[in-house]
């Protein structure tokens, strides 16, 4: 990070700033006032205000009193989630390669991340039920999924969806899917359709936990908003647990999130545009390159290409970026069936990513 010149594609995050509208929210929150502590669970206009987008997007009825937590980002959702439901020796199953925060915070409960790699199948990623029939142990309490996948761009259709809840209903265990990337969609048949949320296919009183994020469809990373849908019980227990951790969301942070989920589908749209061009851009370059294997990705924005004679992708990354100036994130960072592999953010300016698919390629050469 303290290099200079360096194509920076390894981070996780959109290059664009947080859209103006919102940023002009956030400062009218704080004229009116929106200084002062919140409920634990988030100001309740918030809650009404997810309820709405969900109904909109997905379909889905939820109660906005009882069954969403509002946190301050993505991870602090997952943190306060596996908190509730893992005690010290019980076992979460993560489905890898994957954004190493979930087992990391699995393991800050004094839990065990029992990590089952996704296989390509062809040219698509897929889930290994059978290895998860058989990684389950009387300590097992629950599974983490993440649909669109950081760093695979998969995204879990449905009968996967069905079958990671027919599977979890059968076992008593939690599923927990981060939906944090679901507007990062392109496969969907509008320009800014989500990817299918799992609280489409369950009832209310399965034992289901989303995560959710303003930071990637919003562009809003700093800004450390996020939230949670749970089964009442345990929404009313994140709650309560927030008041010990950061209490709520800065308020006006919540506020100016009202106005993204209100008037954010516009901004939403553009920015995939851009994406998906990004993506259809570097997924050619990369198809030219000598042993280079790359699946299409149908969400968020990175691209996983596994690299032959990347075996040790940390090696690689560090080879690459001393001699090329190219920052990519190395494979094994994301866990079992990373290695071999480099995450590619694609969410910059497509003069950065010529420069960069062109030096790769020399590298490669
Ligand atoms: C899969 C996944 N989940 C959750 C998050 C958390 O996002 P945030 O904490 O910014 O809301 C990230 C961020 O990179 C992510 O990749």
């Not at 590619?344 to 390629?361: G, K």
């Amino acid at each position: 990070m303290s290099m200079d010149g360096v194509l920076k594609l390894y981070f996780g995050e959109s290059n664009l700033p947080t859209p103006e509208f919102l940023k002009r929210a956030a400062q009218k929150a704080l004229a009116d006032g929106f200084t002062f502590y919140t409920e634990n669970a988030g100001l309740p206009s918030l809650r009404r205000a997810l309820a709405r987008y969900y109904l909109e997007l997905h379909g889905v009825e939820l109660d906005p009193t009882a069954e969403f937590v509002i946190t301050a980002s993505g991870v602090q959702a997952l943190h306060l989630a596996i908190r509730c439901v893992l005690d010290p020796g019980d076992e979460a199953l993560v489905l890898t390669p994957a954004w190493p925060n979930g087992a990391a915070n699995v393991a800050m409960a004094n839990a065990v991340p029992v990590e089952i790699p996704q296989p390509l199948v062809g040219d698509r990623y897929g889930i290994d039920f059978a290895a998860l029939e058989t990684a389950v142990t009387p300590r097992t309490r629950m599974l983490l999924y993440t649909s669109p996948s950081n760093p695979l761009g998969w995204v879990a259709g449905i009968d996967e969806q069905r079958a990671l809840l027919d599977f979890t209903r059968r076992h008593g265990l939690w599923l927990m899917a981060d939906e944090v990337y679901e507007r990062l969609n392109y496969t969907g048949p509008n320009v800014a359709s989500p990817v299918p949320s799992i609280l489409k296919l369950a009832s209310r009183e399965d034992a289901v936990i989303v995560i959710q994020s303003f930071s990637k469809a919003y562009c809003m990373t700093g800004w450390r908003l996020g939230w949670m849908v749970a089964r009442r019980d345990v929404a009313a227990r994140a709650a309560q647990l927030n008041e010990f951790v950061v209490s709520h969301a800065a308020s006006f942070t919540q506020r100016a999130g009202e106005t993204a989920l209100l008037w954010g589908e516009n901004a939403i749209a553009e920015m995939l545009a851009r994406l998906k061009q990004n993506r259809d851009f570097c997924l050619a370059a990369l198809s030219k390159m000598p042993g280079v294997t790359v699946p299409k990705p149908d969400g968020a924005f990175y691209l996983f290409p596994k690299i032959r004679g990347a075996e040790d992708s940390f090696d690689f990354s560090k080879r690459l970026l001393l001699e090329t100036k190219v920052g990519l994130a190395p494979g094994v960072a994301f866990g079992a069936g990373g290695e071999g592999s480099v995450r590619i953010c694609y969410a910059a300016d497509q003069a950065i990513l010529e420069q960069a698919m062109a030096r790769l390629a020399a590298f490669l050469h």
